[in-house]
């Protein structure tokens, strides 16, 4: 099954979770389904939506449905694949999705706007974002981006987190271009509609860049006066974990698995990707290899969070201006549910 999500109406959209059918590659599949009649029942259905095109970052909760730990847990999973990549903190509160993955910054964001989520556990508990241009660009460091463009995903809190970064270079955002590129990075780059890419990173455009025969020039945001963050994290609706925290348990558990897994073998994290979400071959197997190559290191084996990095972050946001209350790292984050 696959549901189409950021095209259709909220209303189809939701009947569409709720449903079966088919589409295209702006849409999403039913991810998890018993594998066999030994499985344990299916006792719960949970509606997770991903934060991007599936690919390595999400290799805990991909590799978890392709070996079937969620069905072995109780639960089947519908995972949804957004059409931009900042909607799934307002799907979860618009309730088109209960399980999420977001940016630990995206989960301040979506708080500070009265969103009901909260972070459940880490997938890459380091930032992997990047500012990256091509080397012979003639562009040599952030004040060279004055009058240029520069292509970011469109997730919020990474235009907020570019101002901080021009900022520190003398720029504002007024001195700039920004696209909003979607999951199109790498080729706003390469086609010239962008001077420089930012939310991407090493480990996947970078990876990209490089398997295509560019020279990427890669400076991670922690060098450009952004501090520590979980890069991806699970997000879940609070009602669904006053009202059921053995299910968040429990889908944090196939996750850790899925971690493992995709860690002992990449051969396993290769096919997660393959049939995970949209059962697809991606395009280039090499290039997908070698994403998952730079990218397992990075993969939280224990899903646990940093309270005081949280801490550290929203306080940062907070003198920036990116948000306006307080908001304590306990809201923000819980490693309660983790196995």
Known sequence: MRIVLGVLGLAVAAALLAGCGGGGKDGTTTASSPSSTESPPITKEVHVILDGE???ESLGVLTAIQQGYFEEAGIYVFAGIPQEPNRPVNYLAKGLGSIGVTQEPQVAI???NGKPVVAVGSLIPQPTAAMIWLQGSKIHG???LKGKTIAIPGVPFQKAFLKAVLAR??????????????YELVPALLSGRAD????????IEGVELESRGEKPVITPVQDLGI????????IARKDLVAKDPQLIRDFMSAVARGTAAALEDPKVAFFAIKYGVEA?????RQTTEAEIEATLPLLSKSGQMSPSRASNLVNWMQQEGMIQGKLPASALLTNRYLP
């Not at 697809?280 to 280039?284: F, G, M, R």
Request: glycine share 12%; aromatic share 4%.
């Open 280 to 284: 697809e071959l991606p395009a280039d």
């Open 227 to 234: 501090p520590d963050y979980e890069e991806d994290v699970v």
């Open 110 to 112: 979506g708080q500070e």
């Open 54 to 56: 599936q690919g390595p």
């Open 169 to 182: 270079a003398g720029l504002t955002l007024d001195d700039v271009k920004v696209e909003n590129a979607k």
């Open 196 to 203: 420089a890419i930012f939310g991407g990173s090493a480990n």
């Open 142 to 144: 952030i004040a060279d």
